[in-house]
């Protein structure tokens, strides 16, 4: 599962920068993001919006100024930025995406987010290319093809146009946990943020990821507010499917572990005798926490190795799971 998965990808390093937010044990996820990050051929920051205490793969990261950084080699580190209040980190996206193009990477030319639960498995020149066709996005599981006739559509416009903007009629629903952009189409990020910020106006708790209320304006509040400035920044957008995040029936441009507990938090054999094994985002997982940055032992990764091979095994003879 370990050798030359990154055999022949061409080094890229350009002006381009990577971003995510994290706490608590999604260190583990952050860690094997950036291993894919550089192993897809990715060379430059990859900018860490982080609470609570350093990992400890993390503990040689230093620095006096706003962040701290980890050198992974000489063309690829990971900074820290201590985030502040309470908001859900989820809702805090668009805000550190704008401070990392504007504050902290002011000559950075183009930005990615990708959430920490994110493998990247495609070529880093792929990603590149993407953003030079609009704003880089992928549909969502649920509802990839909502049509602008949707309910739901016809509300976020209602309450876009309360807010100013004039918007378009785009189609899809888009997932917030991949994002990619140009710095002169930046203003996305912007009515994102202003979108985010207009939560509270309409009940929406920004301390919570999801609400109670699945007809509330903002059930999925950050991704909502994603989509809804879709439809009022007026930007050209460049989207893929969503088997483009290896959601069934597949396609080698992100692994996003949406489905079932994190890959770090996982009982991977219960699930299996469940009928539900591994599937594809979660083997990537794996595959993506051996190097350069290690977030376990060698012994504790052998071992979890085997929990999943055997839960495949298991998986053979019984699963329910379409992602198998």
């Known amino acids: 599962m370990t050798g030359g998965l990154n055999e022949g990808v061409p080094e890229l390093t350009s002006g381009s920068v990577v971003c995510t937010v994290a706490e608590g044990t999604y260190h583990f996820g952050v860690a094997a993001l950036c291993n894919s990050l550089h192993r897809q051929g990715f060379r430059g920051q990859v900018w860490v919006g982080w609470r609570g205490p350093l990992p400890e793969w993390a503990t040689a990261a230093d ?29 805090c996206k668009p805000a550190f995406f704008r401070r990392v193009l504007d504050e902290l990477a002011p000559e950075a030319t183009a930005l990615f987010y990708f959430d920490s639960d994110v493998v990247v498995r495609g070529r880093w020149e792929f990603f590149e290319e993407w953003i030079t066709h609009g704003i880089a996005l992928l549909q969502d599981v649920w509802d990839p093809a909502m049509l602008p006739s949707h309910i739901f559509k016809k509300r976020w416009k209602a309450h876009a146009t309360r807010l100013g903007y004039q918007c378009r009629d785009v189609a899809g629903y888009y997932n917030s946990g991949f994002v990619g952009l140009r710095r002169e189409d930046a203003r996305f990020v912007e009515v994102w943020e202003d979108i985010v910020a207009s939560i509270p106006s309409v009940g929406g ?120």
Do not use: C
């Open 63 to 91: 620095g006096a100024g706003p962040w701290k950084e980890l050198v992974v080699d000489d063309e690829f580190s990971v900074r820290f930025v201590a985030m502040d209040g309470s908001r859900h980190l989820a809702n």
């Open 205 to 324: 708790d920004l301390h919570a990821i999801k609400l109670a209320d699945p007809n509330h304006l903002f059930y999925k509040m950050d991704q909502d507010a994603l989509n809804v400035a879709v439809l009022a920044a007026n930007i050209e957008i460049a989207t893929g499917s969503r088997e483009m995040m290896e959601i069934f029936p597949w396609s080698a441009v992100i692994a996003h572990a949406i489905d079932f507990k994190k890959p770090w938090k996982r009982n991977y054999l219960l699930d299996a005798a469940q009928g539900f094994p591994p599937g594809r985002p979660h083997l990537a997982y794996w595959q993506n926490v051996d190097g350069p940055i290690r977030a376990y032992s060698r012994g504790k990764l052998a071992m979890k190795r085997v929990e999943v091979g055997m839960a495949r095994v298991i998986g053979r003879a019984h699963h329910r799971s379409l992602y198998y």
